[in-house]
């Protein structure tokens, strides 16, 4: 049409190239105009004819008998009342007919003009036993059952707020409380609401299907129960939605949905799998003391405005995946009963898990959170919510865990920021195992490459490459073209990617394994006093005990030189007692605390022991057996920090007279080794006690020398544990 008419312009030779661009351009945006232009230009006006003849000539869509009203113009606009009361009227008459065959309704490419009230065309009902039975199907009675069931989990948390759970955990049972029945199943299909949706209070007892249906006023599905799967996907919501108090019993689908104003699910009830994936909330978004008894997706869904989820309770898993959180969300008093993955995520604002519960089975893993502590918030109980952000590998993480860390930090929550620091370091530690003992591609032999299971083409393959260039990820594997992706996908996570390791270098790792592990074994990495206190406690009850037998048990004959019956009873009742003390903070505070315990062993077992057997083997023959190896300060006794005190006193006569002979012969001596062992690991005493300089067995020396080195090492993770699970105490050593 547009070339005829620009024919008669285009006659003049110097503009014909124009009038042919021009009409080209024409007729391109000729096709490329809307297709929704199409389909409202084909919508049929609905009659009261119209609508009498779809309602006796029904079809059959996906199973079920539907009333056919797809692509219709349909005007329920005030102005327009006679035909607005006739159209309820006429479909309600059909709809609510009893029967085995319960008829649905398609609105699908419809555009509905003024309000659309959709309950009213349900069958208004009381919601208890003995009503519901003359007028449903077995099966139909046995969904609506299922509300009962409902209910009484709901009172399992908290008493529900609905008119029709209240009805029905009455006693007795009141018929007070009444619901629309839609039997049938509604079908809308990209229909356009211009006006208010009510389908509030109403049971469908069949799919409910509005895909990409435009709700351009208020949408109201409060107190809905949707018995068979709700799929909402691509739906746009340009005002307020509610759904509180709505029960979602099948699937529920809001895939891409979205929600241009504010969008309320107080308390509503998911028995199925939710999924609100890549769907965009502009407004607030109220999920308040919603039940999602399965899985829930929020995966890619982008949260512009804030997001309330307290008090909600998540049964299975919580998928959060690369969401986007601009404003605050709130997960304060939730219940998290499976893992949640905040892989991807970004909170951009501030996150609170304030008082939300944890089971055992749960917690939030963080990998690849998007999270700046300067601008962003990680709210959550002190001492709890730490222990509970875990990430998968440290590369690519170190970024989220420094975050994380100066995040709690800031908020003065020093147990979680260790903690974070604790999870960093064990990741740590997997990384340098990893490396250590899994076969390095750009180092290992051709013969290692075929033990691990490459193929003697592809072992050499990979010896030429790293003659060329080395390796610097396991994926470039698949550049070869000897390498098929079956063998990567079987080996990649049996090899590792690095530089080539020579002795030098080997040792030097193995040595940074090593004191890594002691110190996340007994101290946590510095984050765990009670640990730390429960490591010192057994040291000393066990070197007490040694020493005291080594001191007091001598010899059996020619004359024999032991202890009481007396002192043994003290000093063995004792030792229980602290050992025991020691294994309880162990075995509360360790993560693994038999292999704490295993470490404690090696160091305070096998080097003492071998040197008291040898020291018995040998035989005591000395002058001053009666006398004992310890002596004591006798100048003062009082509590003293002995920050440079040795274990053996010095020859200067003048020192030497002040030490005196510990009394073999009274009932508290057994204290003095106690006190012994405490100078030695932690240079704090009632009393200096040292050993003699005269007539002393070297064994017996190298003992309290072996327990005097290794309070050195003591003292110093105490310290440095301290400084760090005490805010400003680190001050205060530093300053000392």
Same mark, same amino acid.
């Given at each position: ?6 024919? #008669?312009?285009?006659k003049?030779?110097n ?9 080209s ?9 809307p297709?929704?232009?199409f389909a ?5 006006p609905?009659?009261?004819?119209l609508?009498?003849?779809r ?15 797809r ?8 102005d ?11 479909l309600?008459?059909e ?7 319960? +008829?649905?309704l ?10 659309f009230?959709?309950?009213? $065309?349900g ?8 009503a519901i ?5 077995p099966a ?25 759970c !209240?009805?029905l955990?009455?006693? #007795? ?32 007892l069949? %799919? ?7 709700f351009?006023?208020?949408a109201n ?11 909402f ?8 939605s509610?759904?509180?108090?709505s029960?979602?019993f ?8 979205q929600?241009q104003e ?7 009830f998911f028995?199925?799998i ?5 769907a965009?909330?502009k ?11 399965n899985?829930?997706?929020?995966? =890619?869904?982008r949260?512009?405005n804030?997001?309330h ?22 997960f304060r008093?939730?219940?998290f009963?499976?893992?949640?993955? $905040? ?38 109980? %002190?001492?709890?919510? =730490? ?15 420094r975050n ?8 003065q929550?020093?147990?979680?920021a ?8 064990? +990741?740590?530690?997997?990384?340098l ?16 490459l ?11 393959a990979i ?6 260039k ?8 698949l ?11 079987? $080996? ?27 110190l996340?074994l ?11 206190f ?10 007490g ?6 001191d007091?048990? !001598? ?20 030792f ?5 003390l020691?294994?309880l903070?162990?075995?509360r505070?360790a ?8 470490c +404690? ?7 003492p022991?071998v040197?008291l057997l ?5 035989g !005591?023959?000395h002058?001053?057996?009666d ?6 300060d006798g100048?003062?006794?009082?509590? !003293?920090l002995l ?5 053996v ?9 002040r030490?005196?002979p ?7 001596n057994?204290l003095?080794y106690?006190?012994?062992? $405490?100078?030695?690991?932690?240079r ?26 290794? =309070? ?11 400084s760090?699970?005490?805010?400003g105490?680190?001050l ?5």
């Open positions: 049409m547009y070339k005829f008419l620009l024919i #008669p312009f285009c003049g030779g503009i014909t190239k124009f009038c042919i661009a021009l009409i351009l024409l007729t391109l945006l000729l096709f490329l105009l297709l929704s232009a409202q230009a084909e919508r049929t609905l009659t009261l004819e609508l009498q003849e309602l006796h000539t029904s079809t059959v869509r996906e199973g079920n008998l539907t009333v056919d009203l692509q219709m113009v349909i005007d329920l606009r005030p327009n009342a006679a035909f607005r009361d006739a159209f309820y009227q006429l309600r008459k709809l609510q007919k009893t029967g085995s065959k319960p +008829l649905g398609d609105l699908s490419n419809s555009l509905i003009q003024g309000d009230i959709g309950s009213d $065309l069958l208004r009902t009381p919601l208890y036993a003995q039975a003359p007028i449903f199907t139909e009675q046995e969904q609506l059952e299922r509300l009962r069931v409902v209910c009484l989990q709901s009172l399992s948390v908290a008493l529900p707020s609905s008119k029709d !209240r009805s955990l009455a006693t #007795p049972a009141t018929p007070s409380s009444e619901i629309s029945v839609f039997r049938g199943s509604l079908v809308l299909e990209k229909t356009n609401f211009t006006g208010t949706v009510q389908f509030n209070n109403t049971f469908f069949q %799919s409910v299907n509005a895909q990409g249906a435009i351009n006023q208020l599905w409060q107190e809905t129960r949707f018995s068979r799967s709700a799929r996907n691509n739906a746009i919501f340009r005002r307020e509610h759904w509180q108090n029960i979602f099948d699937k529920a689908n809001f895939k891409q949905t929600f504010n969008a309320f699910f107080q308390e509503s028995e199925d939710t999924n609100f994936n890549q965009n909330f407004q607030l978004a109220k999920f308040n003391r919603v039940q999602w008894q899985n829930v997706d929020f995966s =890619g869904v949260f512009i804030s997001a989820f307290t008090k909600a309770i998540f049964n299975q898993f919580l998928f959060l995946t690369e969401a986007t959180f601009e404003q605050a969300v709130t008093e939730a219940q009963n499976q893992p949640v993955n $905040l892989r991807g995520t970004s909170i951009l604002n501030q996150a609170d898990f304030s008082d939300a519960s944890f089971a055992k089975t749960a917690f939030l893993n963080v990998s690849g959170l998007a999270f700046n502590s300067n601008k962003a918030k990680i709210l959550g109980n %002190s001492g709890q919510i =730490g222990e509970k952000l875990i990430v998968n590998t440290l590369q690519g993480n170190q970024n989220v865990l994380l860390g100066q995040n709690f930090r800031q908020l929550q020093i147990a979680d260790n903690q974070i620091e604790y999870t960093k370091q064990q +990741l740590r530690l997997a990384q195992t990893r490396r250590l003992v899994t076969i390095n591609i750009n180092d290992a032999s051709q013969t290692s075929i033990n691990l299971g490459f193929s003697p083409t592809q072992a050499e010896a030429h490459r790293r003659l060329i080395p390796f610097r990820n396991t994926s470039e594997l550049t070869l073209a000897d390498i098929d992706l079956e063998t990567y996908t079987k $080996l990649s996570s049996q090899i590792v990617v690095d530089e080539p390791l020579f002795l030098g270098g080997w040792l030097l790792l193995a040595w940074n394994w090593l004191t890594l592990s002691l996340l007994l101290s946590g990495y510095g984050t765990d006093f009670c640990l730390v429960g490591v010192g406690t057994i040291a000393i009850a066990d070197f005990l040694l020493f005291w037998l080594i007091r048990l !001598r010899r059996l004959y020619p004359s024999a030189i032991i202890p009481t019956v007396d002192e043994s009873i003290w000093m063995l009742t004792s229980t007692v602290l050992t025991l020691g294994l903070a162990i075995l505070s993560e693994q605390p038999w292999l704490t315990l295993a +404690l062993v090696i160091i305070i077992v096998p080097a022991l040197l040898r020291l018995y083997q040998q !005591r023959y002058d001053l057996m006398t004992s190896y310890f002596t004591e100048s003062m006794r009082q509590l !003293r920050i440079g005190r040795l274990p006193i010095p020859r200067y006569e003048v020192f030497r007279d030490y005196m510990l009394l073999c012969d009274r009932h508290w057994w003095n106690y006190d012994f062992s $405490l100078n030695n690991l932690l704090l005493g009632f009393n200096d006690v040292r050993l003699r300089d005269k007539h002393l067995p070297g064994i017996i020396s190298t003992l309290a020398w072996y327990q005097w080195s290794l =309070g050195i090492l003591y003292i110093t993770l105490l310290l440095w544990t301290l760090r699970t005490i805010p105490l680190n205060l050593i530093y300053l000392k």
